[in-house]
Structures are given as structure tokens and as C-alpha cells.
């Protein structure tokens, strides 16, 4: 890590993801297993944005070029 899909660790959205997840498992509001996918959802989901704002219309955030196979 950091790797696509997902967001660097010193991500500021990251941070909030993980602490709403931890306070919701205090609160009673969730159980950790639903925390856990909860965060896991939405850090992915902050990782892709990442990746667009790093490479627009890239569908793959590697090596390799749009719409190439990984072979």
C-alpha cells in the first residue's frame, strides 16, 4: 500500500472513514463486521477517486495503457 483501489494510509478522508467505523462500533450503532465493510466500501471507494484525479478516464491505474490486457 498505497496501491489503487486504495487511498494513502495519511489519507484525510481515510481517517474519517476509520474513525466513523470505530465510533459506530462504540456507539452500539454497528457491529465491527458491519464497521468493517462499511470502511472497506467506502476506503476502496476513495482510492478510485484518488485514481481518477490521477489519471482521468483510466479504467486500470497500472502499467499498462486504457483498455490494454494484462495478458
Known sequence: ??????PSPDNAALRVIVGNAI??????EASVN???????VHGWYEGHIHGEDVC???DFRGRL?????RG
Do not use: Q, T, W, Y
Open 56 to 58: 482521468p478516464g483510466c
Open 65 to 69: 495503457p486504457k483498455n490494454s490486457h
Open 23 to 28: 465510533e459506530s462500533v462504540r456507539s452500539g
Open 1 to 6: 500500500m498505497p496501491s489503487p483501489p486504495f
Open 34 to 40: 458491519d464497521a468493517i465493510l462499511h470502511a472497506a
